[in-house]
C-alpha cells in the first residue's frame, strides 16, 4: 500500500497524530464554513432544525449564529477530546442538543430540515451497520460500491435523517465525480432526492491536501432538474459571477480535458523527450538488496527516496547503493557468497515473498531491469512538493520515478515543466487514492499536454531558460519565487494581451 504509506508521510509532516488521522480530522476554513452556511440560511424559518452529523471544532454552529438566530441544531461529535468547554457550552441553549458519540448511533427518528456536514473522508471497513443505512432510503436496492469511502456513508445516513424536503449542505473531495464509486454514489443521490448544485474547486480547499473539493447541495426533494455546476479553479475565486452548467449528475463526464488557449504551442509530454517516458528500475522491496554488508559487493547507485532530494536536482549523496550482479559466474567471491547466503536464509528473513517469487520465476534475480535513465525525473506519487527533479548527470532511479530525457532546450523546459501551469495539468489526470493523495499513471503523464519549449518566441524561451538554470541550483526557499517568475511568463505566452 504506496500510496498509504506516502499519504501518512505527508500527514507527519503536518504533524497529525494518529487519531486524527484515524477520525479524519480534516477541518474547514472559516470562509468556506462561511459559504456553505449562505447556501441555505436564508431558507431558515423559525424553529427550524439542523444537524451537523460530526462537529469537529463546530465551526458550522459558531457560523450560524453569527448569521442567524431562533433555529434547533443538533451537533454529533465521536472525539470527546474535541468538545472543550465553549462548544459544551454553545449547546446548552434552547433547541441545542450535543450527542457525545458515533453518528452511526444516532437514533434514525430524528429527523432536520437541514444538515450541514464536512464528513470524515476515511476507509470504511469499521462501520458495522451498512445494512441499516441502506434499509431507510427510499430505494433501498440500490447500494454503494463496497469501495466507497466513509463520507459516503455519512452522507446516505444523513439522507436518513432529513425530514421530506430537507437539505443538506455537504464539502467533500472532489474524488466522488471521477472515480468508480463515485457512479453509484451519483446513482442513490439522484434516486434519493436531486443535487441542485455542486461548486466544485479545482484546487486544494483544506490545508495541505492536494485534491479538490465540491461543496453539494442535495435536497430531498423529487423533482428532475438537473444540476448546476459551478467551477473555480480556486476558492477563492468564489466571487466572480460564473455562470454554472446544467448538467445531468448520473452521466456527466466530469474528466474532460481543458483546452488551452494557444492550443498549438502544447503538445503531450512524450513529445518534449527523445525517448519514450519510461518507470525506473524496478527493485525488490527487500533490505537484502540494499544494506549489503561489503563494499565489495557488486551493486549500482540508484536515486530512490524523493524525500532525500532537497532542492530541485539529483546529486551524488542522493543515491543509494543497491545489489545489481549482471553475471554471476564473473563476478568476486564476496558478492557469489553473499547471493548464496541470501538464498541459504530466505525463510529466516522477514518480507521475503516477492524475493522467493522472483528467485523462482527468474535465475537472474539479482540483475535489475535496467530502463535507459533520465535527465529529468517525476515522481508520480503527488505530494505537496511536486516538481520535476534535474538529474544531469543521467543517475539511474527506482521505479517510483518517471524518468525523461529532455535535450533540446532544456533548461526552458524544465521550467515550463515545473510551471504552475503544467503541475496543475498532471493534478487533474491524477486520479485519488483516497486520503488526500493522488497518483498518476504513466500512460496518463505521456499524454499530459505541456508547453513546448521550441514552440514560443525566442525572447520567452532566453527567459525561461534561464530561469529553469536558476531554478536547477535554487536553494529550496528561493524556488517558490522563481516559480512565480517563471508562470508570469507562461502566462503572458498563453495569454497573449488583447
Ligand atoms: C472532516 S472533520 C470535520 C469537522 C467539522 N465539521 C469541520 O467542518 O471542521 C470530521 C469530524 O468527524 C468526526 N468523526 C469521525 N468519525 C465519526 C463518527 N463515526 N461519528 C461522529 N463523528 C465522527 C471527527 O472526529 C472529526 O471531528
Known amino acids: 500500500m504506496g500510496a498509504d504509506k506516502d499519504y501518512i508521510t505527508l500527514q507527519k509532516h503536518r504533524t497529525m497524530t494518529a487519531k486524527q488521522l484515524e477520525l479524519g480530522q480534516i477541518f474547514t476554513p472559516s470562509d468556506v464554513a462561511y459559504f456553505m452556511v449562505k447556501l441555505f440560511v436564508s431558507e431558515l424559518e423559525r424553529g427550524s432544525t439542523i444537524l451537523d452529523p460530526c462537529i469537529g471544532g463546530n465551526i458550522f454552529l459558531d457560523t450560524l449564529s453569527s448569521i442567524a438566530s431562533n433555529f434547533g441544531f443538533e451537533g454529533v461529535e465521536i472525539d470527546s477530546e474535541l468538545l472543550v468547554e465553549d462548544i459544551r457550552k454553545s449547546y446548552k441553549s434552547p433547541q441545542k442538543n450535543l450527542f457525545e458519540g458515533d453518528f452511526f448511533e444516532l437514533p434514525y427518528e430524528k429527523k432536520f430540515d437541514f444538515a450541514i456536514l464536512n464528513p470524515p473522508y476515511i476507509r470504511q471497513e469499521k462501520i458495522s451497520n451498512k445494512d441499516k443505512i441502506f434499509a431507510q432510503l427510499t430505494n433501498?436496492?440500490?447500494?454503494?460500491?463496497?469501495?466507497?469511502?466513509?463520507f459516503v456513508y455519512f452522507i446516505l445516513k444523513t439522507i436518513n435523517h432529513l425530514n421530506k424536503n430537507g437539505k443538506f449542505i455537504a464539502i467533500i473531495y472532489d474524488s466522488w465525480l471521477y472515480s468508480d464509486f463515485g457512479i453509484?454514489?451519483?446513482?442513490?443521490l439522484a434516486s434519493e432526492g436531486c443535487v441542485e448544485e455542486i461548486y466544485h474547486f479545482r484546487e486544494a480547499v483544506f490545508p495541505d491536501a492536494l485534491v479538490g473539493a465540491t461543496v453539494i447541495v442535495f435536497s430531498k426533494k423529487k423533482q428532475t432538474q438537473k444540476t448546476k455546476y459551478f467551477q473555480y479553479q480556486k476558492f477563492q475565486n468564489i466571487n466572480l459571477d460564473a455562470e454554472p452548467e446544467h448538467i445531468n449528475l448520473e452521466t456527466f463526464n466530469f474528466n474532460r480535458p481543458t483546452i488551452h488557449p494557444n492550443e498549438d504551442l502544447f503538445v503531450p509530454m512524450n513529445e518534449i523527450c527523445d525517448q519514450t517516458i519510461t518507470r525506473g528500475i524496478g527493485t525488490p522491496h527487500n533490505r537484502s538488496f540494499y544494506q549489503l554488508p561489503s563494499k565489495e559487493i557488486e551493486s549500482i547507485r540508484i536515486i530512490k527516496d524523493v524525500k532525500k532530494i532537497i532542492g530541485m536536482k539529483v546529486e551524488s549523496c542522493n543515491l543509494e547503493k543497491v545489489l545489481h550482479v549482471t553475471d554471476f559466474a564473473n563476478t568476486n567471491q564476496t558478492t557469489k557468497n553473499?547471493?548464496?547466503?541470501?538464498?541459504?536464509?530466505?525463510?529466516?528473513?522477514?518480507n521475503t515473498k516477492t524475493l522467493e517469487n522472483l528467485i523462482h520465476q527468474n535465475k537472474k534475480w539479482h540483475k535489475l531491469k535496467i530502463s535507459p535513465p533520465g535527465n529529468v525525473l517525476f515522481n508520480y506519487y503527488l505530494r505537496k512538493k511536486i516538481r520535476f527533479i534535474s538529474n544531469l548527470d543521467f543517475h539511474p532511479a527506482s521505479n517510483n520515478f518517471y524518468q525523461m530525457k529532455i535535450t533540446e532546450n532544456f533548461h526552458a523546459q524544465l521550467a515550463i515543466l515545473n510551471s504552475s501551469f503544467t503541475i496543475s495539468s498532471i493534478e487533474k489526470a491524477a486520479k485519488p487514492q483516497g486520503n488526500g493523495l493522488k497518483k498518476i499513471q504513466l500512460n496518463k503523464f505521456r499524454e499530459v499536454r505541456v508547453l513546448d519549449a521550441s514552440r514560443i518566441s525566442e525572447t520567452s524561451r532566453v527567459s525561461l531558460s534561464s530561469l529553469g538554470g536558476k531554478l536547477v541550483d535554487a536553494n529550496p526557499k528561493s524556488i517558490n519565487n522563481i516559480r512565480k517568475k517563471i508562470d508570469d511568463i507562461i502566462e503572458s505566452v498563453i495569454k497573449p494581451e488583447p
Open 140 to 150: 433501498s436496492q440500490l447500494k454503494v460500491s463496497k469501495k466507497s469511502n466513509l
Open 184 to 188: 453509484s454514489f451519483r446513482r442513490i
Open 338 to 350: 553473499y547471493l548464496e547466503e541470501i538464498l541459504s536464509k530466505l525463510g529466516e528473513l522477514p
